[in-house]
């Protein structure tokens, strides 16, 4: 039994196995399959200032080895999730972070200011990444100045453990890392999705209601690994591995190119109990090839 | 209800027509208990092109023979390969998801289960279920040919059968709402399923007669537990989830033009 | 029987199913399998001033619903072509076009120039966006300014149809091809390959001899598509799209958001007579649906 | 040679060990003429995880009986689905690909077959069609245990069979490079195909003994015909396609480090 203990930024994982925003609910969508106590966190739904109806209908299509989603940010607000969900999902035995989406500024200093008071959440996850609404979102993940500056103004108010999430659809991102690193970001998460779309042939309309979406799953795992590579060689503060991870070695792909955790989303929706799977797996692999710790396969790719 | 993953096994798979496949699932342990309109998702194994679970109504269960029985409807690979499952093959299920049909108040209620297409798949046990509880069943199925009426005796077994096809092939001419029946008789409670343009038109007999009218939906999944949000039909309550708060809803909850 | 001809700049296609450069050889590697001439074009392989080695083995790896590859542009330069592969191909009763790769642009212009005197090779497509060569490649498909720097000299030295190949590595895809566009393409193609990653994770090395490679196959249709939409509605030019078409319906999708023509790479892999199969079904679609011609489909997407 | 896409009919699935399957095929139509060395690309259905073809050797080809085998290795998914293949399935096949092996020029020459592993696939018929045109054959095969060394009497039908395995259970204990045959005899031509290590010390072997040597490189491919570059080795004139140049070379032409 190697250990699996890590931190990352400000937080302390039991182990690095994450569950993605958007695709893990609150957690408790799952308590009936496995024993939530043994992720090493939890990164709940994309949170925003005020309540949102996020996209019409059709919101999902399924594509080659992924999907493409359109949820656009459905949530009840922030208050909601202080109020309602903040209560049932503070006991739980791991990291339960927020996921903060905002179409301005503002409203994501407002939503991490609320939060920095909430006892048992360690940290926020900026989602400066998010393909799947009009204003903001993406926009902010796609340039260095507009995601600089919501960094700068967030990390002004919260002082917890920040962790900002990448968007891949972009020329360099580790030059979008570098800028979030600077303004003073605990750990990047990457990737979010990458912008696809699909078409119904014989209905000749789009699949979704919005032409395009957020591609996940494990047709963008080569794409996010590649990413994970090259932020982790020009940042200093941790990298948060994800993008198409559905078993153990995935996931150890993501470590031994440089993630000091990983999150997995998707793969949760075919296989709930995914998570648990791939903590022993990582375990199982550590002992194998005689590692005392997770620590050890960090970036451990020889080239 | 506390929801399992359970890989059951196939007892059998009944051909029953081109389209239409009978899986007969079971189990070593006893099954759990499941409600009438619920739904389980499906994962489907060795078909290249299908990467996501499938959702497929409980058809019928059977405690006594520890039967789970799947209604598939061949539309693309993924019910393809279901339908392709031979004795002995192991089938991993998420189960028992989603709402159920709510039986009537009053034990008098006259009752009408109206499926169309692979929609009559929750209706039979909905008729064994209501049935059993002491309710005077009836089905309206309709389809487009008489070879996609199927498995007409078993639901003759909980209540009285009517059917319509489009060509007139079997029982009356036409679609499930010109049936005579609706004309002659007054339903309180229609359960629906099927295609959409179907479930409005009993929708809005039901809103004419002052019935009570539940339908199921079938919006594409993903999770089918409430985690991914994209299945999302827009209520007087907002958008909700169609595999949580549905697929069974009062037709005075949706925002449908009827 | 519908309408099947196709004109995409100066190009007369019988029909708009071409093959993707490096994916279809010269095409002979195929003959035993199909009748060459029923394709609308042939985009052979990637062609440089100069003999290349192209990278080490390995060169490939698998992905869920898709393939990376590492070539780098191995070929026996321009000369080798004109003086040997030429004579071969001249007489195959389709378009055979070339694609041109360069580290400088000097060595485009070169090439492009000893090109434009054949005959019987009416256009080529200019590959601006290889993920798998040190020096140039896709590093001028990733920035406007270097992009239009290399079409604009490639235009004035090549006067047959100019296919410009656009990298999907990038921000803004539209943005790169209004540039190629304002410098005079007849057309863009898109997309290249996505530069992923694989790792072996019991060696704990890369797969891939050069660490990084390009992503193609069903995986990044999604990706793809979207763009070939956003392309469509920026530019005049015709817009040919590939990446990840499979059958027949994966091509009228491209052709619904935009593209006037497709390309099949990796699907000859798998059925070295794909290429037939998605003409034969494009045409059925066609006559299904009432259309007169494969003109009536481009862009008609409804929104 | 003319290459063909085929789809040939599984005859017979025969389990040789936990990890090694001979999968029969055979065809209404006449199986083309294929040479020693030859490989197909196989195109694995109905595995979730398998996109590219799988390149598997000829491992003998009955003309009378107009069967082809397959030796599959259990490795990952693409062998796993090909080994659970049953009697009657159909399976897409590009062939014959590749070059293959030459036989040696003077009719009297002594010839070993050193095979490892899954390289002892095309070995079988090379053996077959050097014994056909008048060749003395022995075979040399090795493996890590007993259990793994499979066929055996097939070999014998076309030469002398010797084995070793690194763990003494059959043959000589140790690798095939040590087995007391070299030490004896003298050959004029090995033929090896196996782990690269062993094809190495074979290599090595036969250069010191000043003998023939022709080894079969299983590279990973794409395509499989020379149209992707994927697949290549260094020669002594650069990269070539081991899938149409290859997958024998002679070890002459090989940058090998030996
Ligand atoms: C709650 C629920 C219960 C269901 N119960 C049953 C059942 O008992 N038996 C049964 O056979 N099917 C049932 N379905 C439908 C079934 O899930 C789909 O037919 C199946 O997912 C199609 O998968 P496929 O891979 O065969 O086809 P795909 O290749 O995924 O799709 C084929 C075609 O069908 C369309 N399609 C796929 N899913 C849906 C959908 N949910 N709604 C509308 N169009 C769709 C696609 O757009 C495409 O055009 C149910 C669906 C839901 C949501
Ligand atoms: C010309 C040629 C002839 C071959 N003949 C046979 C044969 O007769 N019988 C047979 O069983 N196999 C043969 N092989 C090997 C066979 O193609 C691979 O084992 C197979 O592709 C593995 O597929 P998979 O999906 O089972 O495993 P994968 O999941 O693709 O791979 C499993 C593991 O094997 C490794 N691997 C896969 N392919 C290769 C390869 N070509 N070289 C080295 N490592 C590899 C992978 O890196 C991975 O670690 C041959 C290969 C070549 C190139
Ligand atoms: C249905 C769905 C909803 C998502 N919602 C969010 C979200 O609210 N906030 C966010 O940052 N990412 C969201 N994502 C992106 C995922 O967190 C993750 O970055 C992406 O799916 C890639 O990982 P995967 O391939 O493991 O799913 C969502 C993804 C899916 C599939
Ligand atoms: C093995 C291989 C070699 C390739 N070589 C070239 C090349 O020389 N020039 C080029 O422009 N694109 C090259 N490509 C990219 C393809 O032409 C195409 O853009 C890409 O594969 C996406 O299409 P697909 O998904 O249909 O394969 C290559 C792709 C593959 C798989
Ligand atoms: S399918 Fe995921 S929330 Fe309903
Ligand atoms: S595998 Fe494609 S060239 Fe050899």
New interface residues.
Partial sequence: MANLNINIGKLQLKNPVMTASGTFGYGSEYSDFLDLSRIGGIIVKGTTIRARQGNPYPRMAETPSGMLNAVGLQNKGVDYFINHIYPTVKDIDTNIIVNVSGSTIDEYVETAEKLNSLENIPGIELNISCPNVKEGGMAFGTSCLSASQVVRAVRMAYKKDLIVKLSPNVTDISEIALAVEAEGADSVSLINTLLGMAIDVEKRRPVLSTITGGLSGPAVKPVALRMVWQVAQAVKIPVIGLGGIMNASDAIEFMLAGASAIQIGTANFIDPTVTIKVIDGINAYLDRHNFQSVTDIIGALEV | M????LDLSVKENKILSDQYHLLILTSAEKLPEILPGQFAEV?V?????????RPISIHYIDYDANELWLLIQVKGDGTKRLAQMTAGESLNL?LPLGNNFNEPVEKDASVLLVGGGCGVAPLLYLGAHLKRNGFKVNFLLGARTKDDLIELCEYERFGNVFTTTEDGTLGERGFVTQHSLLNGSNFDYFYTCGPTPMMKAVARHALKTKAICEVSLE????????????????TTE??VCVCTEGPVFNITKLKWQI
């Fill in positions: 506390k929801k399992f993953m994962r194994d060795g078909s290249a092109t299908t990467f996501l679970r998420l919006n594409t999944m993903a999770c089918g537990i409430g985690a991914c949000l994209c299945c999302v039909t827009d907002g958008h």
